[in-house]
């Protein structure tokens, strides 16, 4: 009995540490947890999405009957607006590791993630009228099989090398939405992130942008689309004051500031 208590003790401590070792603690990543559940679970998030495809569609008839000498199209971002990355976000909470482009990459090659209510649909209804659509993303160009592989496993229209324009040297998209406009008419633009319409929005200033919405607050619902993603997103470099180096301490601290209360 005794050579046996031996035997099996040195494999219960294994055991033990292995799991201790297993077990992350680690709550760095923990403020992304509500929007994280919100953006998979809410039915209003779903909703919301179905919301902005349906406007999308009937901005889309309307425009595609303009006349012009150029074909016709649609740019859209794809992360957080026509793919679901949220579980990478939940490996970053349940890791309690940030993002760095190598983790994203791992998540990135999968090609696993889902499509967002109604955007497959939206890029067959585009096809069924003769509206090309062009994927504008700053996945670096490194991701184009993957992200390719991804929309034809779930069945996009137009996933073409030639209609995806990946981020290559810069992250600002507007020498590639001009790139576009000098083959298509573009009547459309939808995304995440305020970004993804017009360079106006890349400097945001001291109010976050908000001045800049306002000014054009007519071309939402019109020629722009925006999507919900509360998880990340440009909104975050006003929130840190465009901090680079902050440790997980002063980003809290900061996140708290952010906050208005009564």
């Known amino acids: 009995m005794k050579k046996v208590f031996r035997i099996l003790l040195p494999i219960a401590l294994l055991l033990v540490g292995c799991s201790t070792a297993d077990k992350n603690d680690d709550l760095s990543q923990e ?8 953006f998979q679970k809410s039915p209003e998030a779903k909703a919301l999405f179905y919301q902005a495809f349906n406007i999308a569609k009937e901005r889309v008839v309307e425009l595609s009957k303009v006349k012009g000498e150029k074909p016709k199209a649609v740019v ?46 939206f890029t067959l209804f585009c096809d069924s009228i003769g509206v090309e659509v062009i994927y504008l993303s700053n996945r670096g160009t490194n ?3 993957w992200t390719m592989r991804n ?6 229209a137009f996933v073409k090398p030639q209609n995806f324009l990946l981020k290559d040297s810069t992250s600002g998209k507007e020498p ?25 929005f890349e400097h945001r200033g001291d109010d976050w942008g908000v001045s800049i919405v306002e000014k054009n607050r007519n071309e939402f619902g019109k020629r722009f689309i ?3 993603n509360p998880m990340y997103g440009d909104w975050e470099k ?25």
């Open 31 to 38: 403020h992304l947890v509500y929007s994280t559940v919100w």
């Open 76 to 121: 859209v971002d794809l992360d957080e607006t026509m793919i679901d990355n949220s579980p990478f976000q939940g490996k970053m909470i349940l890791k309690g590791k940030p993002f760095s482009s190598d983790f994203w990459e791992e998540w990135s090659e999968l090609s696993r993630a889902k499509a967002t209510p109604g955007a497959k649909d």
């Open 143 to 145: 991701e184009l099989e």
């Open 151 to 156: 929309l034809d496993s779930l069945g996009f």
């Open 176 to 200: 590639r939405r001009v790139k576009t406009a000098e083959q298509y008419d573009i009547i459309l633009l939808l995304g995440d992130n305020l970004n993804d319409f017009t360079e106006v």
């Open 226 to 228: 925006i999507f919900p």
């Open 238 to 262: 006003s929130v840190y004051k465009y901090g680079k180096e902050l440790n997980e301490k002063e980003k809290f601290k900061l996140r708290r500031e952010a906050v208005s209360a009564f």
